[in-house]
Structure formats: C-alpha cells, structure tokens
C-alpha cells in the first residue's frame, strides 16, 4: 500500500455533482464494481445516485475530488431504515487509504441520519480490496449471488451481499 492520504471528506454541494457524474463515468467504464453499463444514462443515475436528496460525501485532495460515497435508502417504506452505499475513488487515487476514509465518514453520516444497518447488495467477489476493507469496518457477508456479475476478463463471478448494524 502506498502512503495513507487524509483527504478532505465534506458533504457534496450542487456545483460538485459534474464531478462525481464523471468519476462515476470512469469507474463504471472500469466493468469492474458496478453493474451499470454505457446504456444508463446521466439522468437515470441521478434518479437513483447522484442526487442530493441522498447523503454524498466527497473526498477532496489538493481541491481534486479524489473520491465519493453515496448513501441512500436500501428499500422504500418499511425498509428505508436500512442503508445503502456506493464508493468511488479514482483510479490515481486508490491504494491510498481513502476509500476506508470514505466508508468510516459513511457510517456516522448514516447514523447520524437515523439509519439503524447499512448493507451492500453486490460487492463483487474480485474486488478483494473492498471485501477486505468492508470486513475491517465489522460488515458480515450474509450472502452469494452466484455468478451474479459478469467482469470483463473473468467472465461471471460471484456478488456478495454484506450487512452490518450501526
């Protein structure tokens, strides 16, 4: 692991969405975390993601938005006290200590917000990084979606979903 980096991390504010709409772009272009292809467009990622009706923190270094994290209601109704979390770091970025950054900054946002457990419903399972940092932050895989994502290079592998109380 490179040098750890302590970015900025502060809620994002309208003028920082272009950013993330582009950061979104390049890691999902990556074919490697994301199930969202090159057909979803702009305006229905910001329905669901990048909007500022859900909690976006933006990591900030030398004022480059070195990264991001979206939370929102896991399910509608009766099941929005459950969160559910995107995270994004760029590619120049990463091995740098700020995606955990990132999920530590998420946890107390989400709780501060009155969500009682966070959960991920796809975590790749090559994305041995996040499963690694994920468990750290005491996060419990409660299940497998077998071959649930299609990778570039691997082909199908399997998702796992993972859960903890906050």
């Known amino acids: 692991m490179d040098s750890i980096v302590k970015p900025a991390i502060r809620p994002a ?13 390049d890691i999902t272009a990556q074919k490697a975390y994301f199930p969202y292809d090159e057909s979803y467009t702009r305006e229905q990622i910001e329905a669901a993601w990048i909007n500022l009706d859900n909690l976006i923190g933006i990591a900030e270094v030398n004022r480059t938005v070195a990264g991001a994290y979206i939370v929102k209601p896991n399910q509608p109704g009766y099941g929005s006290h459950v969160a559910n979390a995107a995270y994004m770091v760029a590619t120049s970025f990463r091995g740098q200590g700020i995606g955990k950054q990132l999920c530590a900054h998420s946890l107390e946002a989400a709780k501060a917000a009155g969500y009682r457990a966070m959960q991920f419903n796809l975590v790749v399972s090559t994305n041995t990084a996040a499963i690694k940092a994920w468990e750290a932050f005491g996060f419990k895989r409660i299940g497998i979606i077998p071959e649930g994502f299609y990778q570039d290079g691997p082909g199908y592998v399997d998702a796992y979903i993972f859960h903890r109380f906050l």
């Open 13 to 25: 504010i309208i003028k920082d969405l272009d950013a993330i709409w582009q950061l979104w772009k």
